[in-house]
């Protein structure tokens, strides 16, 4: 069994920024496609950003890229985002994946095996 531990986010002045760690365990012999998602309240779960096993490929959405850096490390994924604006506020997810088929899959959460708990970033202006 795949777990996804989830660290970060919390409450943010608009302009600021934040760091969110997630890390994968159960299977130390796997690696695994990570990403983040993020869900505001009355909206649909929206795709943030995403990232090879590897490290070569990423992927952001285009809400938050230029302000947003993902990278990958021993299972661990982290995104860093800058120059926050209050509609970055939701319940941020990360989520795993074993394999991917094709480069479009990054940004489809249903292509994605497991998930974390999910941790809430407000930004207040």
């Known amino acids: 069994q795949v777990q996804l531990v989830q660290s970060g986010g919390g409450l943010v002045q608009a302009g600021g920024s934040l760091r969110l760690a997630c890390t994968a365990s159960?299977?130390?012999?796997?690696?695994?496609?990570m990403g983040w998602f993020r869900q505001a309240p009355g909206k649909e779960r929206e795709f943030v950003a995403a990232i090879g096993w590897n490290g070569l490929f990423t992927f952001y959405s285009g809400a938050v890229r230029g302000r947003a850096t993902i990278s990958i490390g021993d299972n661990t994924v982290l995104l860093q985002m800058s120059a926050l604006k209050p509609e970055d506020t939701a319940n941020y997810f990360c989520?795993?994946?074993?394999?991917?088929?094709?480069?479009?899959?990054?940004?489809?959460?249903?292509?994605?095996?497991?998930w974390g708990q999910g941790t809430q970033v407000t930004v207040v202006s």
């Open positions: 989520a795993a994946a074993i394999v991917m088929s094709d480069a479009g899959a990054y940004r489809r959460a249903d292509d994605y095996h497991f």
């Open positions: 159960g299977r130390e012999d796997t690696h695994y496609a």
